[in-house]
């Protein structure tokens, strides 16, 4: 059975860093590719950041420059590294398997098949 489960969440201050993880189990990290998506209240779900099977990464505009999405493939992990962190960052974040590997990347919500449950991210003072 195909699964992923995200965990790292919690409630940080504004400007503060969160380290959210991604584990997969049924498949393996380096023939798949992973992508981070959130949803706050109210709003769409939105793409935030993916990594390729191969190790290439992509960001949405609005966390360019203070996320990073890594991965351990000992562990079949995937790592999402959240700096800077503000509060319209707050809301739940999913990570999900694209359905195609393609050598490249995308953070089209369509593109994935399988999703974890999601983990709360909360940035307030």
């Known amino acids: 059975q195909l699964q992923l489960v995200e965990s790292g969440g919690g409630l940080v201050q504004p400007g503060g860093s969160l380290r959210l993880s991604c584990t997969a189990s049924?498949?393996?990290?380096?023939?798949?590719?992973i992508g981070w998506f959130r949803q706050a209240p109210g709003k769409e779900r939105e793409g935030v950041s993916c990594i390729t099977r191969t190790g290439g990464t992509m960001y949405g505009n609005s966390v360019k420059g203070r996320f990073a999405i890594s991965r351990d493939i000992a562990r079949n992990t995937v790592y999402l590294q959240m700096n800077s962190l503000n509060p319209a960052d707050t809301a739940q974040y999913y990570c999900?398997?694209?359905?195609?590997?393609?050598?490249?990347?995308?953070?089209?919500?369509?593109?994935?098949?399988?999703w974890g449950q999601g983990t709360q991210v909360t940035v307030s003072s």
């Open positions: 049924g498949f393996t990290l380096d023939v798949h590719n």
């Open positions: 999900a398997k694209k359905a195609e590997n393609t050598p490249w990347c995308s953070i089209g919500l369509g593109d994935y098949d399988v």
